[in-house]
């Protein structure tokens, strides 16, 4: 079993930073797709970005490409988000999800292939 711990958020104004973390522990996947997905006030969950390890280039939605970065630290299994240059629109629950092998581009976006998530975490921006 794995288990996903998402973190980080908070309230921002316009043109601000801040980081997610979204930690995996239980068991090890030698292979995995992590996405960050998000649903603001009234919407439909959308896709953020993925990462599907190494080798691979993160897949990034165009409303945050150049603004939002997706990292990983191996040592201690856990991912960032790092979103600078914060808009409004950016304001919604923000999910981390986790499944044990590498999808391939197509299907990243589609949260219903992820087997494991965090909890949401909020993420406001407003001046």
């Known amino acids: 079993q794995v288990q996903v711990v998402g973190s980080g958020g908070g309230t921002v104004q316009p043109g601000g930073s801040l980081r997610l973390s979204c930690a995996a522990s239980?068991?090890?996947?030698?292979?995995?797709?992590m996405g960050w997905f998000r649903q603001g006030p009234g919407k439909e969950r959308e896709f953020v970005v993925a990462?599907?390890?190494?080798?691979?280039?993160?897949s990034y939605a165009d409303s945050v490409k150049g603004r939002f970065t997706i990292s990983r630290d191996n040592a201690k299994n856990t991912w960032y988000l790092q979103m600078n240059s914060l808009k409004p629109e950016d304001t919604a629950v923000y999910y981390c999800?986790?499944?044990?092998?590498?999808?391939?581009?197509?299907?990243?976006?589609?949260?219903?292939?992820?087997?494991?998530w965090g909890q949401g975490t909020q993420v406001t921006v407003s001046s």
């Open positions: 999800g986790l499944v044990g092998s590498r999808l391939i581009l197509s299907r990243v976006r589609d949260g219903g292939n992820y087997d494991y």
């Open positions: 239980g068991r090890t996947l030698s292979t995995y797709t």
């Open positions: 990462h599907r390890g190494y080798g691979s280039s993160p």
